[in-house]
């Protein structure tokens, strides 16, 4: 059974940082390239970065620089550190395989706020 459990999440203020950690269960962890994808208000899911099984990253133009997925193979564990936050980035941000669509499992994700 697929666990993605994201943790982290908060009220932060522009220019602030963030640590988002997602829980997966083994198997899930061990056989997919993985990603952090959030959902703005309104707004459809959109990917924010990927890691592969063997570590290599890739980020879209608006969060590179500020955003950084790394994954703990011992604790099954996905991170991402947020730094220099901008409102825009407000959203709920879930982890998963990439290339998930609607008829995957996802978790409950993780609320972020950025806002004075």
């Known amino acids: 059974q697929v666990q993605l459990v994201e943790s982290g999440g908060g009220l932060v203020q522009p220019g602030g940082s963030l640590r988002l950690s997602c829980e997966v269960s083994?198997?899930?962890?061990?056989?997919?390239?993985l990603a952090w994808y959030r959902q703005p208000p309104g707004k459809e899911r959109e990917l924010v970065a990927t890691i592969s099984r063997s570590g290599a990253t890739t980020y879209p133009h608006s969060v590179k620089g500020r955003f950084t997925i790394s994954k703990d193979n011992a604790k099954n564990t996905v991170y991402l550190e947020m730094d220099s936050l901008k409102p825009e980035d407000t959203a709920v941000y879930y982890c998963?395989?990439?290339?998930?669509?609607?008829?995957?499992?996802w978790g409950q994700g993780t609320q972020v706020t950025v806002s004075s």
């Open positions: 998963n395989k990439v290339f998930a669509d609607s008829s995957d499992y």
């Open positions: 083994g198997s899930f962890f061990s056989l997919y390239v």
